[in-house]
Nanobody, 122 residues
Framework: QVQPVESGGGLVQSGGSLRLSCAASGRTFNSYAMAWFRQAPGKDREFVAVISQTGGRTYYADSVLGRFTISRDSAKNTVYLQMNSLKPQDTAIYYC???????????????WGQGTQVTVSS
């Protein structure tokens, strides 16, 4: 099992940057693909980015491609989401999730963090 814990959210102006971190407890971190999802008020949870167990494959939602970068540090059991050129429409609660299968489907993920709020002001 793995338990993700997010940090790094906050308030930033449009065009600014934030880096989210997701520290995952457990000795099996390298067995899991790690993903970021987000949920804005009144909207469904949506896929943001995912990284494979080795870090060799990454996939992004079209809405963040070129602005966000997902990475992982196996020595620290941590996944990062570097967010640049932030827009007000990026405002949401951001969740980190883990699954043995590399997938964009949030319904597949069994392990979730509590979420961290990101607010982008215009």
């Amino acid at each position: 099992q793995v338990q993700p814990v997010e940090s790094g959210g906050g308030l930033v102006q449009s065009g600014g940057s934030l880096r989210l971190s997701c520290a995952a407890s457990g000795r099996t971190f390298n067995s899991y693909a790690m993903a970021w999802f987000r949920q804005a008020p009144g909207k469904d949870r949506e896929f943001v980015a995912v990284i494979s167990q080795t870090g060799g494959r990454t996939y992004y939602a079209d809405s963040v491609l070129g602005r966000f970068t997902i990475s992982r540090d196996s020595a620290k059991n941590t996944v990062y989401l570097q967010m640049n050129s932030l827009k007000p429409q990026d405002t949401a609660i951001y969740y980190c999730a883990a699954d043995p299968i590399l997938t964009r489907d949030h319904a597949r993920y069994d392990y979730w963090g509590q979420g961290t709020q990101v607010t982008v002001s215009s």
